[in-house]
């Protein structure tokens, strides 16, 4: 792990997405968070020690989802597949894949494995959040909020949009994992990887952290709440005077998805963008960024990291 010093950052971004508004100034008190993405080797070692089973390892029971098939009521995670030309980009389901049999040690479908794709040093990823909370408290850590994830992502810069400055590939130097080319059809891979990245595979940031933007989303223990400004608590949210100490994220009963009601599973913010963010779509590999993910729910571009404080 490695000891990121505390201090007063300006959180959030203007530039991109009205979820990352407004800006904000934040406190965080010193903290230990892992260099990397918990690996799939770590994660191993988890479930070795622990029995433990993962969402997508587990059929969902459709009592808890009003209307499911009962073919649909099998052990599965999401899985990106690659279209083979352009699509309506407002239809996720023209790239995403409710795959029967995907789950960590199977992540591009049943007939993949760790062993035969050489991914135990990538990071582990369809895990849901009860899986990344299951495993920081195995290991005496938490999940981090999503002040210290960005905190940490900026590496000590402030006001930039990117881990290592304004521009995304100064030079023409790839410095984190994302699709470059026309997403979802068309990765020119120049960073070297068509999905996930062994850990380390980039340089840090100023702090010394691995693949705090690209390669997998990481979840965090925040609650989402559409507007950042409903968890400051300081008496003017969008007053730059005020930091907010710690600042932990919007409540529950906000979190729940608008568009289903009749399913009742929070939403937690993830953090960081993946290896499927693109200039043309899904603009979030940057430390600003932030996105809403069921806490039910494992996909093939989604892992995470833990903390320590104190």
């Known amino acids: 792990m490695v000891l990121v010093p505390g201090g007063t950052f300006t959180m959030g971004s203007e530039r991109f997405y009205p979820e990352e508004r407004p800006l904000r100034r934040v406190h965080v008190d010193p903290f230990r968070i892992d260099a ?50 352009p699509v309506p980009m407002e239809d996720v389901t023209q790239w995403w894949e409710f795959c029967f049999g995907a789950d960590w040690r199977h992540p591009y479908g049943p007939d993949s494995d760790l062993d035969a794709l050489d991914l135990w040093d990538h990071p582990v990823v369809h895990v849901a959040w009860p899986d990344a909370a299951a495993y920081a408290k195995w290991a005496g850590k ?14 000590g810069l402030e006001g930039q949009e990117f881990a290592w400055g304004d521009e995304l590939a100064p ?44 390669n997998v989303w990481e979840w965090t223990a925040d609650w989402w709440a559409e507007n950042p400004a409903k968890a400051l608590k300081a008496k003017k949210a969008g007053d730059s005077c005020c930091a907010v100490r710690n600042l932990r994220g919007g409540k529950l009963k906000d979190s729940f998805d608008p568009g289903q009601p009749q399913v009742r599973i929070g939403r937690k913010v993830i953090k960081g963008g993946s290896h499927l963010c693109a200039v043309n779509y899904c603009q979030r590999f940057r430390p600003a960024a932030r996105h809403p993910e069921m806490i039910d729910t494992s996909t093939s571009h989604i892992g995470f990291r833990c903390v320590r404080r104190n």
């Open 171 to 214: 030079g023409g130097r790839m410095l984190a994992n994302y699709w470059q080319g026309l997403f979802p059809f068309s990765n020119t891979r120049e960073d070297g990887w068509e999905r996930t990245s062994p850990v380390r595979s980039y340089p840090p940031n100023g702090f010394g952290l691995f693949d705090m933007i690209g």
């Open 142 to 155: 938490e999940l981090p909020t999503e002040a210290e994830h960005e905190f940490a992502a900026r590496g």
């Open 36 to 85: 990397t993405p918990v690996t799939n080797r770590q994660f191993a070692r988890f479930v070795a020690e622990t029995g433990h089973h993962t969402q997508a390892e587990i059929a969902p029971d459709p009592r808890d989802y009003p209307g499911m098939l009962p073919e649909m009521a099998r052990a599965g995670s999401l899985v990106f597949r690659k279209t083979s030309g």
